[in-house]
RNA sequence: GCCGGUGUGGCGGAAUUGGUAGACGCAGCAGACUCAAAAUCUGCCAAGGGCAACCUUGUGUCGGUUCGAGUCCGACCUCCGGCACCA
């Protein structure tokens, strides 16, 4: 065996191996149980980046896990490989998007190869490819067919001066990115699918999803927003036909407090109101000036203006004005609410601002009601009553709504109704770089299908748009805009089963194959990406393609990784960034630390810690780490920093102490092998106290390492526990037949239970320990219970709640001996002295407490 | 603004079901080896007090429940993710 730890050498042959023995080719294997692991599949933006590294790492511990566990593992890769970069490359650059991204794929393809991840690429699918988005298109298709997608107007960013539909990141501060032109709502054309047909089922199935963190199902539930509540109509006279106007609310005990009504900027009363009103139609242009972006419209000042209008009050037959509200949305319910401003704390201060009345119709025992100032529990509905209110009046909530919601059925105005937050999914892009939209639009027959969703993206021409129609031939013009990128990653995990299949997308494999037992990807996708996955194969289980329902039985979403920001901030021009590998920091005797750059010595600004982004320059090579400490240091230090759910900070010094582990290993292996490798048939009976206490720790590793790897998916404590048994084995000297027998059946432990961390050194160093075959072939290692077995526990006492003392008692020891040797002990008695003993707490195997 | 999360030594983090706060690692300090440095090895390492045994305080802030709270409950603060066209 080589003295030196040589990762370039080792790592190359161990892949090599893998290779040589396809593997990780995956076959679809009805005798063993199937393991489905699937990380997240990257865009292909150049370089493989650390929170790539770190994805992929997670993945491939459990599926290297798995498989020695006996499961059929797969593991596949492909490429989300339609997006807005590959289109701003090409202006940058000139680069056709194709290029541009094959290129950037065949790079990262290298790149994901040398962290040695047990992936079967012959599953490897590309999004941006026709094998690929043809059946995009023909899933559309199909949809169009049964209503699931459909045509409506939607609302864009419009940029007046480059003429163009922006994406909401294109948009800084309510300007295009480009022009710095104030940006406009437009309302366009665009397909939808009917992702709310699906709303009751998603929400429903979240209950059947326990192996999803909780947050993400919250935040789906919250997003899908069923709410239950009244619909009903405040009726008016408009020249002189009766309509009414409809609002939803879950408040209708509130309803005898309303003041006035306020509707949406595009809501058809405003619109009639501002025919007659130039000051209220230069107010509604003003609302559909800005973005479409929600997050910027809730932040925005609520503002309003009365219409002039009155609608009458369904219960009371007050006049009721109505109000243009900037703040009330056109895609939720009907455009109209009505405003309570007593018990809703928006509603609150818009009536303050302007002057409307204030109505208390709720009280709560022990609270006054002020109308100067917001409480909190105005808004409550628990221990609440009905007030002013007339024939309410005493009534609960839950008794309130349901009585007049009953009310204002009786009068054929309102019912209960459910309401959902969940909008249709606008699916239709005005890019260029994505799956097109296989329609033709023609005179005398409408949308018509592309027969099979011919359409290529690679020709916005005239000779593009202009065709014949599919149905009677006449000239007709072809859909140009092509769809969101999320339906390319809606069903990528189901073509992984199938991938060499041309002739459907999906076959009977998905069937074996799914759901996916292990989904890794970022929190950002807690939303969006799985909540759109989970529709789309609902719909693909409804058009009779597969079984499966949910995609995704276990989820987890990593943390993002972090590092250093240092920048510099020049008295006039733009922050310039500098790279933590760019700058020293240097502490001075007090503790003060301060930073300079390498380069000219001059102190740079530290910007604390953010994400690993080229924005901030504070990125860190995946490549320059591997070529330096190969990829096992890099995997181990993802897997060691922090635990999978939470953010990572990057330190170099953090991968020098990895690789110091890994050396470590190496040189204990070597110093153990150099004498000769033993059997490690350990003779339990005859061990000595310090051979069984060191054994003990090995199987007790062994239990951790399985329970924190299997069931809690946390990898840096049982990398830790990994660390404890070396720190023990490197002070066990023992060279006697069993003490070498021992440190053989330890090492060997240690090498199984760390190969699914750091695969490549532990290829190396099972041969090295004398085994013939593959580590990876090796099934994963059982405890020894007779390993396990302790005579005696440790037992904390605490006098009070406060520690004062430790007793060592028989493992057998019962509550009433444990309760009599703490009382007994002399710390305990010290404490207690003069004091009535009220209490002994004994819980058993842990602690004592005396409570004096 | 709304929804979800987070906060523990100098730093990353551990404490799994309410039961010993700070495992493991990094940095630092001291020592060994070395002509020297690097590497490696050994020891110390929350704060305050004490010669010491040991004591007091301490898990973002304030309050509560409990024999016992980092963990549960309430209010607040901080930072992070999402908000439907970044992926």
């Known amino acids: 065996m080589q003295e030196r730890y040589e990762p370039a050498s080792i790592e190359a042959a161990a892949q090599a191996w893998w290779d040589g023995h396809r593997a990780f080719a995956a076959t679809e294997d009805q005798s063993r149980p199937k393991y489905y692991c699937l990380s997240m599949f990257p865009y292909p933006s150049g370089r493989l980046h650390m929170g790539h590294v770190r994805n992929y790492t997670i993945g491939d511990v459990l599926a290297r896990f798995m498989r020695m566990q006996g499961r059929n593992v797969l593991q596949p890769m492909g490429w989300d490989a339609f997006g807005l970069p590959a289109e701003n490359a090409a202006m940058a650059n000139g680069v056709p998007p194709a290029r541009w991204t094959y290129d950037n794929i065949a790079y990262m393809?290298?790149?994901?190869?040398?962290?040695?991840?047990?992936?079967?690429?012959?599953?490897?699918?590309?999004?941006?490819?026709?094998?690929?988005?043809?059946?995009?298109?023909?899933?559309?298709?199909?949809?169009?067919?049964?209503?699931?997608?459909?045509?409506?107007?939607?609302?864009?960013?419009?940029?007046?001066?480059?003429?163009?539909?922006?994406?909401?990141?294109?948009?800084?501060?309510?300007?295009?990115?480009?022009?710095?032109?104030?940006?406009?709502?437009?309302?366009?054309?665009?397909?939808?699918?009917?992702?709310?047909?699906?709303?009751?089922?998603?929400?429903?199935?979240?209950?059947?999803?326990?192996?999803?963190?909780?947050?993400?199902?919250?935040?789906?539930?919250?997003?899908?927003?069923?709410?239950?509540?009244?619909?009903?109509?405040?009726?008016?006279?408009?020249?002189?036909?009766?309509?009414?106007?409809?609002?939803?609310?879950?408040?209708?005990?509130?309803?005898?407090?309303?003041?006035?009504?306020?509707?949406?900027?595009?809501?058809?009363?405003?619109?009639?109101?501002?025919?007659?009103?130039?000051?209220?139609?230069?107010?509604?242009?003003?609302?559909?000036?800005?973005?479409?972006?929600?997050?910027?419209?809730?932040?925005?000042?609520?503002?309003?203006?009365?219409?002039?209008?009155?609608?009458?009050?369904?219960?009371?037959?007050?006049?009721?004005?109505?109000?243009?509200?900037?703040?009330?949305?056109?895609?939720?319910?009907?455009?109209?609410?009505?405003?309570?401003?007593?018990?809703?704390?928006?509603?609150?201060?818009?009536?303050?601002?302007?002057?409307?009345?204030?109505?208390?119709?709720?009280?709560?025992?022990?609270?006054?009601?002020?109308?100067?100032?917001?409480?909190?529990?105005?808004?409550?509905?628990?221990?609440?009553?009905?007030?002013?209110?007339?024939?309410?009046?005493?009534?609960?909530?839950?008794?309130?709504?349901?009585?007049?919601?009953?009310?204002?059925?009786?009068?054929?105005?309102?019912?209960?109704?459910?309401?959902?937050?969940?909008?249709?999914?606008?699916?239709?892009?005005?890019?260029?770089?994505?799956?097109?939209?296989?329609?033709?639009?023609?005179?005398?027959?409408?949308?018509?299908?592309?027969?099979?969703?011919?359409?290529?993206?690679?020709?916005?021409?005239?000779?593009?748009?202009?065709?014949?129609?599919?149905?009677?031939?006449?000239?007709?013009?072809?859909?140009?805009?092509?769809?969101?990128?999320?339906?390319?990653?809606?069903?990528?995990?189901?073509?992984?089963?199938?991938?060499?299949?041309?002739?459907?997308?999906?076959?009977?494999?998905?069937?074996?194959?799914?759901?996916?037992?292990?989904?890794?990807?970022?929190?950002?996708?807690?939303?969006?990406?799985?909540?759109?996955?989970?529709?789309?194969?609902?719909?693909?289980?409804?058009?009779?393609?597969?079984?499966?329902?949910?995609?995704?039985?276990?989820?987890?979403?990593?943390?993002?990784?972090?590092?250093?920001?240092?920048?510099?901030?020049?008295?006039?021009?733009?922050?310039?960034?500098?790279?933590?590998?760019?700058?020293?920091?240097?502490?001075?005797?007090?503790?003060?630390?301060?930073?300079?750059?390498?380069?000219?010595?001059?102190?740079?600004?530290?910007?604390?810690?953010?994400?690993?982004?080229?924005?901030k320059n504070n990125g860190v090579d995946p490549q320059l780490l591997v070529e330096q400490f190969g990829a096992d240091t890099a995997r181990l230090f993802m897997m060691f920093a922090a635990p999978p759910e939470q953010s990572l900070e990057w330190s170099d010094q953090g991968v020098q102490g990895a690789y110091r582990f890994i050396r470590r290993l190496w040189k204990s292996v070597y110093e153990h092998v150099g004498l000769g490798v033993a059997s490690s048939d350990v003779q339990a009976g005859e061990l000595t106290g310090e051979q069984r206490d060191l054994r003990r720790q090995v199987h007790q590793t062994l239990v951790k390492v399985t329970d924190d790897i299997g069931r809690r998916r946390v990898f840096n404590t049982a990398v830790a526990a990994v660390m404890e048994l070396m720190n023990s084995l490197d002070k066990f000297t023992d060279v006697t037949g069993p003490g070498r027998a021992l440190r053989q059946e330890a090492l060997e432990k240690i090498v199984l239970i760390l190969s699914p961390i750091v695969p490549h050194i532990c290829h190396a160093l099972w041969q090295e320990l004398g085994h013939p075959g593959a580590v990876i072939d090796v099934s994963w290692p059982e405890p020894d219970a007779s390993a396990l077995a302790q005579d005696s526990v440790e037992i904390v006492l605490q006098v009070n709640g406060k520690l004062r003392g430790r007793i060592v008692v028989p493992a057998a020891a019962s509550e009433a001996d444990i309760r009599e040797a703490a009382l007994a002990d002399a710390a305990v008695l010290r404490w207690v002295e003069g004091k009535l003993i009220r209490k002994v707490i004994v819980v058993p195997g842990k602690l004592v407490n005396v409570v004096a």
């Not at 003003?286 to 009155?310: H, I």
């Not at 628990?382 to 009046?393: I, N, P």
């Not at 994505?434 to 027969?451: E, R």
Request: hydrophobic letters at 40%.
């Open 109 to 615: 393809k290298r790149q994901l190869k040398s962290l040695g991840l047990a992936i079967d690429w012959d599953r490897e699918v590309t999004t941006c490819s026709p094998e690929y988005y043809r059946w995009n298109q023909w899933l559309f298709l199909r949809m169009l067919e049964r209503g699931v997608a459909y045509k409506k107007t939607g609302v864009v960013n419009w940029d007046p001066v480059d003429q163009t539909v922006l994406a909401n990141e294109q948009v800084i501060d309510g300007k295009g990115w480009r022009t710095g032109a104030l940006v406009e709502k437009r309302e366009i054309p665009m397909y939808y699918l009917r992702i709310t047909r699906y709303a009751d089922e998603l929400l429903g199935a979240l209950d059947t999803l326990p192996g999803w963190p909780e947050r993400v199902r919250t935040m789906q539930a919250n997003w899908i927003g069923k709410s239950a509540g009244v619909r009903f109509g405040f009726p008016y006279e408009l020249g002189g036909e009766r309509r009414v106007l409809n609002v939803f609310t879950t408040r209708a005990d509130t309803i005898m407090g309303v003041t006035f009504c306020a509707v949406a900027a595009e809501h058809a009363l405003a619109a009639h109101a501002a025919q007659t009103d130039s000051a209220l139609a230069a107010f509604i242009e003003e609302c559909k000036q800005g973005t479409a972006m929600e997050a910027e419209l809730a932040q925005q000042e609520k503002k309003g203006m009365p219409t002039g209008l009155y609608v009458t009050h369904p219960l009371t037959q007050q006049p009721i004005p109505v109000w243009v509200g900037n703040y009330v949305l056109m895609g939720y319910g009907e455009g109209a609410v009505m405003g309570v401003p007593a018990h809703d704390e928006r509603d609150f201060h818009f009536a303050r601002t302007y002057g409307l009345p204030i109505r208390q119709v709720i009280q709560k025992a022990g609270h006054a009601f002020a109308d100067d100032a917001w409480q909190a529990w105005y808004g409550d509905v628990e221990d609440t009553t009905c007030v002013h209110s007339g024939k309410y009046d005493g009534l609960e909530y839950a008794q309130a709504v349901a009585t007049i919601a009953a009310d204002l059925k009786t009068l054929g105005i309102g019912d209960t109704q459910v309401q959902w937050r969940l909008r249709d999914w606008g699916i239709s892009r005005q890019r260029y770089w994505g799956c097109p939209i296989p329609l033709v639009h023609c005179p005398a027959c409408g949308d018509v299908p592309v027969p099979d969703g011919s359409g290529n993206p690679l020709g916005k021409t005239a000779a593009f748009v202009e065709c014949a129609c599919p149905k009677c031939g006449q000239p007709a013009r072809r859909e140009t805009d092509t769809m969101d990128t999320f339906v390319d990653s809606s069903w990528y995990f189901l073509r992984f089963a199938s991938a060499d299949n041309a002739q459907v997308a999906v076959d009977e494999r998905a069937n074996y194959w799914l759901p996916v037992d292990q989904y890794i990807g970022g929190i950002e996708h807690a939303i969006l990406h799985l909540l759109y996955s989970r529709f789309w194969t609902r719909v693909m289980r409804d058009l009779g393609l597969v079984r499966v329902e949910e995609p995704f039985q276990n989820l987890l979403t990593q943390g993002m990784v972090l590092n250093d920001i240092y920048f510099r901030k020049p008295a006039s021009g733009r922050i310039v960034y500098f790279n933590p590998t760019e700058v020293e920091v240097r502490t001075d005797p007090a503790g003060q630390q301060s930073v300079f750059l390498k380069a000219d010595g001059a102190p740079v600004e530290a910007g604390g810690i953010g994400t690993m982004s080229k924005s």
